[in-house]
């Protein structure tokens, strides 16, 4: 490699997809439990369509409205291919079809045996590949479950970091295809690490978006073969990134960065929400990019666990920066709601924080407060999810991700609590998907489609979030994008029109927001915001 001992920075259009037996990893896929439940009863089905019916699945991608459906974007020529990463992935994950299996052997024989009585009998017919990692209870009303002893399978088979790996390449556009029902099959371009994601070298990677170092070192880092070193040193350049706009003013500035993620910063502290940031493009919409991030993130904050919120593809690459990780309070063990905090850890966040409803913690200049956060969720109990109340330098932000407005008491109760808002984040997409859609591959029973159809993924509308906005009486109101950024399709397919519900509905809370004296815009690609209550307070006093 001729420039292996020239200092370069990392381009910052490289790109990096983390994968799970080469699918698109989140973190559902880390977690043993869930992760075996998506291999049976999801990747093998959806390969296994695809290898009958090829022709269904590119008939069906023709039509933009089933883009976020269950079909593979390839055309039928990649048959062969698709039927041996079918064969490998039975070969390699024989045990964690069989965890599948016994999940759902275990709850079948729960429904029908647990009467009230003592589950200790039980214990016997638990299925093998589920024995000691298993607790049987059950709640007041005698309905019997099993928890996960979450902790104890991460050092078990179930939990193999060598089905983990990277690949690398260059992003020329913002366009990419829907990455959750297609496996990514070798396209010839750039490199595919064979690496677990808690791998050092991976920093030592990243950090050269900023920092230039010699390409021989990072190649050393992570085990670069000769053959693959022409290509690797396509990733790297001599031309530093464009410098940062740093902030030491007085009060806070926030700044947008696309769909939840929001950057919040003082002269001493920041913390970056649900991190997801986008590619430099230059031909494409503008928008702040990883060059426009703190050299630290004293804080990363996730509001819940879903694929576009606790994002590793964005994370991996931050992690060298992140000092702590404030996840949602987990309640353990409950098969559709795994550990944020133990997936973190084990994807190689040594500092990860758990914060509960009406919790707080202290930083610099202020505090970070956690909110309660209802729905979005199918009405599943998930307890992995909450809302923020930010507090830096007197200034205030709630970023109430995709908090459903279901109970309006709550935000009567939440009202003196919170105080005065200067910021109000919240995203209004008020269809939602419907529960199959995610949970779909942890069901252990037929769901009826009524039922289905009535639990979706679903924000506030115009009638909810305006109620809240009365409550809690925010200054600015801000409605996130909700994944119309150009640089998003390939995690949400969402193709809005003007006639698009949501849209409609956050128009509806924008404009009547304005009519009320309140700032108030849906957010799209990036925006600025510059918050100073003390010389508000001046003003006034004057």
């Known amino acids: 490699m001729s420039t292996q001992n020239n200092k370069m920075y990392l381009k910052g259009n490289a790109m990096i997809e983390p994968l799970f037996n080469q699918w698109y990893a989140w973190s559902y896929l880390i977690s043993p439990s869930t992760a075996s439940m998506y291999v049976a009863n999801l990747h093998l089905k959806l390969m296994e369509s695809f290898i009958a019916a090829p022709q269904v699945h590119v008939?069906?991608?023709?039509?933009?409205?089933?883009?976020?459906?269950?079909?593979?974007?390839?055309?039928?020529?990649?048959?062969?291919?698709?039927?041996?990463?079918?064969?490998?992935?039975?070969?390699?994950?024989?045990?964690?079809?069989?965890?599948a299996d016994a999940v759902k052997t275990l709850d079948k024989i729960l429904a029908e045996e647990a009467s009230g009585l003592s589950l200790e009998p039980l214990y016997q017919k638990v299925p093998d590949p589920l024995r000691g990692y298993v607790e049987l209870v059950y709640d007041l009303n005698n309905h019997p479950s099993m928890r996960f002893i979450e902790g104890m399978l991460y050092h078990s088979p179930y939990y193999n970091a060598a089905s983990q790996s990277l690949t690398l390449t260059l992003t020329e556009r913002d366009e990419r295809s829907f990455v959750f029902s297609t496996p990514r099959l070798d396209t010839g371009a750039g490199l595919r690490l064979k690496l677990p994601f808690n791998h050092p070298g991976l920093d030592e990677l990243f950090k050269m978006k900023d920092t230039p170092q010699p390409v021989g070192h990072v190649a050393e880092a992570l085990g670069i073969k000769d053959d693959e070193a022409e290509v690797f040193s396509t990733l790297f350049t001599a031309e530093p990134p464009a410098p940062r706009s740093e902030f030491k003013g007085v009060g806070v500035r926030v700044r947008y960065f696309g769909h939840a993620c929001v950057l919040v910063e003082s002269a001493h502290t920041s913390l970056l929400c649900d991190p997801l940031v986008s590619y430099p493009c230059t031909s494409g919409l503008p928008r702040y990019s990883f060059s426009d991030l703190p050299e630290q993130i004293d804080y990363a904050l996730i509001t819940h666990n879903h694929q576009d919120h606790c994002m590793f593809e964005t994370l991996l690459q931050l992690r060298h920066k992140i000092?702590?990780?404030?996840?949602?309070?987990?309640?353990?063990?409950?098969?559709?709601?795994?550990?944020?905090?133990?997936?973190l850890q084990h994807v190689g966040f040594p500092r990860v924080r758990e914060i509960d409803e009406m919790e707080t913690i202290e930083i610099e200049g202020g505090?970070?407060?956690?909110?309660?956060?209802?729905?979005?969720?199918?009405?599943?109990?998930?307890?992995?999810?909450?809302?923020?109340?930010?507090?830096?330098?007197?200034?205030?932000?709630?970023?109430?991700?995709?908090?459903?407005?279901?109970?309006?008491?709550?935000?009567?109760?939440?009202?003196?609590?919170?105080?005065?808002?200067?910021?109000?984040?919240?995203?209004?997409?008020?269809?939602?998907?419907?529960?199959?859609?995610?949970?779909?591959?942890?069901?252990?029973?037929?769901?009826?489609?009524?039922?289905?159809?009535?639990?979706?993924?679903?924000?506030?509308?115009?009638?909810?979030?305006?109620?809240?906005?009365?409550?809690?009486?925010?200054?600015?109101?801000?409605?996130?994008?909700?994944?119309?950024?150009?640089?998003?399709?390939?995690?949400?397919?969402?193709?809005?029109?003007?006639?698009?519900?949501?849209?409609?509905?956050?128009?509806?809370?924008?404009?009547?927001?304005?009519?009320?004296?309140?700032?108030?815009?849906?957010?799209?690609?990036?925006?600025?915001?510059?918050?100073?209550?003390?010389?508000?307070k001046s003003c006034a006093a004057a």
């Open 367 to 536: 505090a970070i407060t956690g909110l309660p956060f209802l729905g979005e969720h199918a009405d599943l109990n998930i307890r992995t999810k909450i809302a923020y109340l930010i507090n830096l330098e007197g200034n205030t932000i709630v970023c109430a991700a995709d908090s459903n407005n279901i109970e309006p008491r709550l935000y009567a109760h939440l009202q003196e609590f919170v105080g005065e808002v200067d910021a109000f984040f919240v995203g209004m997409e008020c269809d939602g998907a419907p529960l199959s859609w995610l949970y779909g591959p942890l069901l252990t029973r037929p769901l009826p489609r009524k039922i289905d159809q009535s639990r979706r993924f679903d924000g506030s509308n115009y009638e909810k979030a305006v109620d809240i906005v009365g409550r809690l009486r925010p200054r600015q109101v801000y409605v996130y994008a909700m994944g119309q950024e150009p640089w998003l399709t390939y995690l949400t397919s969402i193709q809005y029109t003007e006639a698009s519900h949501p849209i409609v509905e956050s128009n509806k809370l924008v404009q009547e927001c304005t009519n009320r004296g309140i700032t108030a815009e849906r957010l799209y690609g990036h925006k600025e915001i510059l918050l100073n209550r003390e010389s508000r």
């Open 59 to 99: 008939s069906a991608l023709k039509n933009p409205a089933n883009l976020g459906g269950p079909f593979i974007d390839y055309d039928a020529k990649r048959v062969p291919e698709i039927k041996a990463l079918r064969e490998s992935t039975i070969k390699e994950n024989k045990h964690m079809l069989a965890f």
């Open 323 to 343: 000092k702590n990780v404030v996840v949602p309070k987990n309640s353990g063990g409950c098969l559709a709601d795994p550990s944020l905090k133990l997936i």
